[in-house]
């Protein structure tokens, strides 16, 4: 890891070395490669050159010294001295005879004015006999008594011919000139090479003698114009135009140069795109007394392929290198990486063996080690200790010596038994000290793995503890259970005596509950015995008057007033009947409860009473579709207590008024009932539900009714709370399970 990050870090830095090398070699390898080939290609272009002038040269010095030669010979001269048709026609056939000899293209005898007496072609349509050649540089030289030398365009025959000249004389007198003319037409054909092209150019630098068809009659650079004048003027290469090569750079190299060419269609001396500029080597010899030199112009094409053969073979050396080098870093790195993680993993097989040999040794279980006949190969320090044998006492002792007598049929069966049989046995068995003592022993023996075939291993437990601790636990559960079973019975009678509270509790709660409907009875009894003293009074006046009419004798008044009593008795049965409803013990069962029976039972319990106090109060519409889950009679029995309430507190105001309003939210419905008493005072709040608080005087009230109602609206999964309206008065709310109006009325209260 620590090495990684620099060789990260070192890698872009490689990479550019790497590329600066390669750049360094392709330029070194193209610098040398190109003078190398450059200096080959002028060599060879030096020698081709040298062969091509030569063999010029030697072409020419053919036929240099055969005007000479003929200018002395009789037939010319007696032409010359003597014209006429007969000289005129020896003339001619010698001048045949020799030219057909020597392989010239023409060879001609001319008079002092220039005109042609006699030529070798007479005898064919374009025969130079008669046409004058004053005008040739080649007649002047040989005027003027020297041998003459001259390449020109044939006027006649318009083929390149050169000229050689020479003075005829006799006796020191001029008396005509002499001129072998040659083709060079052949020289060129033998100058082939598709890598070089050969030049021969005169004095003026035009080309006459070219392997380039297109380049004949053009010249290497553009002459002057009064040059151009004084050739065209010559008639030298007739109507040619002498155009310049298209030559559009010139360097010099060594002792020769290099110009660059655009063949093809150019505009303004500027080449076309797509059209390749081509790159030659120049050189030029001079063939003395010739009047011309040879060029010869070698392709850079074959230096320029060398080049990029030598780059792309140093690159790919370069390349096969480096590839080279990477493969054998890599393949050091993989070595390094080998031979560390062998490192390793011997380092760690041998902590895995040091720790497998600690857990062998400090473990607290036995370990033997058998061959396939019982006989004790290896044993950890604990199996000695436990049969308290002396380090090395027991290799190579039979292990069933360390076992009692009855357990080593067991454990011999399974070492000497099929090899396919159970890989594992277990059991508990006695084991044999050293001294001869016994003790309880677990043995788990065991068949080796594959490579160690036939070989066990045998863990050994000493069990002494956990015998000594079995039988403690054992002795400790039997305990466990006896007073389990104590305490069984003591909660058996602990649980029937709850039982029996409970039921006394129930029956102490009834009474309680009978307690508090009596003491509301007897706060009702003093309105009832003024709703019954009306009716007895009036029973008794009625009956005062019956009795009277009966002394008349008037019957028909008399059962007047006993319809009148009859109806009073009803009406006082209708008084009583409430109280004895209300004083009657419940079921205690919850049914759907009808709202409206309950305002109806506790509206005809409490209708005097709230007639006598002109108390008002307001119950909501609809009450017949409302109804509760719960005891009829109970509900009415808190509904009772919260109105006789409210009135005892609202006693001595102005307006009595009580309230009471719905809510339904889900599943449970809300009764408030709220009065316009004096409300009760805060921090009393939490003990209004207590048993016995009270703020009546003595014999009022007993401080039971909202304790009881309390118990009675729990009893039926419902809460009663108290609260104090934020405009004055106290509101009582019961919360109860709401249920939708059943569709038949059985079960309905
Ligand atoms: P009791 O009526 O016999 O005193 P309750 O248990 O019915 O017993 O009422 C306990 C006490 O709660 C009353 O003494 C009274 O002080 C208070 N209390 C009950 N209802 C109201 C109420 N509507 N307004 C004010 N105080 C009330």
């Given at each position: 890891m620590d090495k990684a990050v620099p060789r990260t870090r070192i890698r872009p830095f490689l990479t550019l070395f790497v590329l600066l090398l390669l750049a360094l070699v392709v330029y070194q390898t193209a610098t040398i490669s190109r003078s190398r080939a450059m200096a080959d290609l002028l060599d060879s272009s030096s020698a081709d050159l040298n062969r091509y002038a030569l063999s010029l040269q030697q072409e020419l010095d053919r036929y240099k010294d055969l005007p000479k030669l003929l200018s002395s010979h009789s037939e010319l001269i007696n032409l010359l001295l003597l014209p006429g048709s007969e000289s005129v026609y020896r003339a001619n056939l010698y001048l045949e005879k020799v030219n057909n000899t020597i392989g010239a293209s023409d060879t001609y005898l001319m008079d002092i004015e220039g005109n042609?007496?006699?030529?070798?072609?007479?005898?064919?349509?374009?025969?130079?006999?008669?046409?004058?050649?004053?005008?040739r540089p080649y007649f002047r030289d040989a005027l003027a008594g020297e041998a003459g030398r001259y390449f020109a365009l044939g006027s006649t025959s318009k083929k390149r011919g050169y000229f050689f000249s020479y003075p005829v004389e006799y006796r020191d007198r001029l008396l005509g000139v002499i001129v072998v003319k040659i083709d060079l037409n052949d020289i060129e054909t033998d100058w082939?090479?598709?890598?070089t092209d050969i030049l021969v150019t005169d004095e003026d630098g035009v080309?006459?003698?070219?392997?380039?068809?297109?380049?004949?009659?053009?010249?290497?650079e553009p002459l002057p114009q009064d040059d151009l004048q004084r050739i065209m003027s010559s008639l030298?290469?007739?109507?040619?135009?002498l155009k310049s090569l298209p030559v559009v750079e010139r360097k010099p190299f060594e002792m020769s140069q290099i110009i660059t060419l655009v063949e093809g269609q150019r505009i303004d001396n500027v080449a076309l795109d797509g059209i390749d500029p081509q790159r030659y080597l120049q050189q030029v010899a001079q063939v003395p007394d010739a009047g011309f030199n040879v060029s010869i112009l070698a392709s850079l094409k074959p230096v320029e392929r060398r080049v990029l053969t030598s780059v792309m073979l140093a690159v790919f050396i370069y390349g096969a290198l480096v590839f080279l080098l990477l493969f054998l870093l890599a393949r050091r790195r993989i070595v390094q990486e080998r031979s560390r993680f062998k490192q390793q993993q011997t380092l760690a097989l041998e902590r895995n063996e040091a720790r497998v040999r600690a857990i062998i040794d400090n473990t607290h279980a036995g370990l033997i080690t058998l061959d396939a006949h019982g006989v004790i190969e290896s044993l950890n320090p604990t199996a000695e200790k436990l049969f308290c044998?002396?380090?090395?006492?027991?290799?190579?002792?039979?292990?069933?010596?360390?076992?009692a007598q009855e357990d080593r049929a067991v454990c011999w069966q399974h070492i000497t038994?099929?090899?396919?049989?159970?890989?594992e046995l277990m059991i508990e068995a006695c084991g044999i000290r050293m001294d001869g003592s016994r003790f309880p022993v677990e043995l788990i023996i065991g068949r080796m793995s594959e490579t160690d075939a036939g070989r066990f291993l045998i863990t050994i437990h000493d069990l002494t503890e956990r015998k000594e601790y079995e039988v403690e636990l054992k002795q400790a559960r039997d305990q466990l259970e006896y007073r389990v079973a104590e305490r069984t019975q003591d909660l058996t009678r602990a649980n029937a005596r709850l039982l029996h509270e409970v039921e006394e509790h129930k029956q102490t709660q009834n009474e309680l509950i009978q307690t508090a409907k009596l003491a509301v009875i007897g706060q009702m009894s003093a309105g009832i015995n003024h709703e019954l003293n009306q009716p007895l009074t009036a029973i008794r006046s009625y009956a005062d008057n019956a009795s009277s009419f009966l002394k008349l004798g008037k019957l028909e008044p008399v059962s007047g007033n006993l319809e009148e009593i009859a109806g009073l008795t009803e009406r006082m049965a209708k008084i009583i009947s409430p109280l004895k409803e209300f004083s009657r013990k419940t079921s205690g069962q919850t049914v759907p409860v009808s709202l409206k029976a309950v305002r109806d039972g506790a509206m005809s319990i409490m209708y005097g009473r709230l007639d006598k106090a002109k108390a008002r109060i307001e119950w909501p519409d609809r009450l017949e579709k409302v109804f509760v889950l719960g005891d009829m009679l109970r509900l009415e029995q808190v509904v009772v207590n919260l109105i006789s309430n409210a009135l005892q507190a609202m006693e001595g105001r102005n307006e009595k008024w009580i309230e009471i309003e719905l809510e339904r939210q889900a599943d449970r419905l809300c009764i408030a009932f709220r009065d316009?008493?004096?409300?009760?005072p805060e921090q009393e709040l939490g003990k209004v539900?207590?048993?016995?608080?009270?703020?009546?005087q003595a014999g009022q009230g007993l401080g039971l009714g909202l304790s009881i109602s309390h118990r009675i609206v729990e009893s039926m999964d419902g809460h009663l709370k108290v609260a104090n309206h934020p405009y004055g008065g106290a509101v009582f709310t019961i919360d109860l399970p709401a249920v939708d109006a059943p569709d038949d009325k059985i079960g309905v209260q």
């Open positions: 042609t007496l006699a030529a070798s072609n007479w005898s064919q349509e374009r025969t130079f006999v008669g046409r004058n050649f004053s005008f082939s090479d598709p890598m080309i006459f003698i070219s392997t380039r068809g297109d380049w004949k009659f053009r010249t290497l030298r290469y007739g109507d040619h135009e044998y002396g380090s090395g006492l027991l290799t190579g002792e039979y292990f069933s010596k360390l076992l038994g099929e090899a396919s049989g159970p890989d316009h008493g004096p409300g009760i539900f207590e048993p016995f608080y009270t703020t009546k």
